[in-house]
T-cell receptor, first 114, second 109 residues
Framework: DARVTQTPRHKVTEMGQEVTMRCQPILGHNTVFWYRQTMMQGLELLAY????????DSGMPKDRFSAEMPDATLATLKIQPSEPRDSAVYFC????????????FGSGTQLSVL | QKEVEQDPGPLSVPEGAIVSLNCTYS??????FMWYRQYSRKGPELLMYTYSSGNKEDGRFTAQVDKSSKYISLFIRDSQPSDSATYLC?????????FGKGTTLSVSS
């Protein structure tokens, strides 16, 4: 059963600490997305990659957020330093990259920054 | 104005009711429209996918797109308690999807 795997599922940290979230896309999918979900804003696109190259990261606060794909089976989203306003659910999604994108989402990382 | 607007609800209906969920979008260039369903503490999952205008039916679910009015609808017939979830409409802008905020539906038995 192919699925997107995200770790950790939950993260509680203190303001100023570094947070790293990981995502394993579905095998064979070459496009990976990072979304953030809050009650106020809904699902917001942070960044996405195709064939491991970043295509768009305009949704990310550049001073504290960074996204990478060290290899085709791993995507990471890092926040340093974290702030309380970063508290949200962070979702990774992957797609085949055919152009008509059907996204498959992971279960998310629930982040709480105290 | 956000590119995709969706009434957040919540919407509560009895089992067996017909449910209508709606979104509007702003950019007439959008061609692909989707509905995702999200259960509590889970990621969104694709429910329906349509291209351009018209209707698409899948079991108890019907997706409808009216490009002239920039209106997207999802109809659920014979609603079941298992349909209780948040429903998000989405449209494709380039490669990435733009989502509405979601409508929370509760179906009581």
């Amino acid at each position: 059963d192919a699925r997107v795997t995200q770790t950790p599922r939950h993260k509680v940290t203190e303001m100023g600490q570094e947070v790293t979230m990981r995502c394993q896309p579905i095998l064979g999918h070459n496009t990976v997305f990072w979304y953030r979900q809050t009650m106020m804003q809904g699902l917001e696109l942070l960044a996405y990659f195709r064939n491991r190259a970043p295509l768009d990261d305009s949704g990310m606060p550049k001073d504290r957020f960074s996204a990478e794909m060290p290899d085709a089976t791993l995507a990471t989203l890092k926040i340093q330093p974290s702030e309380p306003r970063d508290s949200a659910v962070y979702f990774c999604a992957s797609a085949l990259g055919t152009g008509n994108e059907k996204l498959f989402f992971g279960s998310g990382t629930q982040l709480s920054v105290l | 104005q956000k590119e995709v607007e969706q009434d957040p609800g919540p919407l509560s209906v009895p089992e067996g009711a017909i449910v209508s969920l709606n979104c509007t979008y702003s950019n007439s260039a959008f061609q692909y429209f989707m509905w995702y369903r999200q259960y509590s503490r889970k990621g969104p999952e694709l429910l329906m996918y349509t291209y351009s205008s018209g209707n698409k039916e899948d079991g108890r679910f019907t997706a409808q797109v009216d490009k002239s009015s920039k209106y997207i609808s999802l109809f659920i017939r014979d609603s079941q308690p298992s349909d209780s979830a948040t429903y998000l409409c989405a449209t494709q802008a380039g490669t990435a999807l733009i989502f509405g905020k979601g409508t929370t539906l509760s179906v009581s038995s």
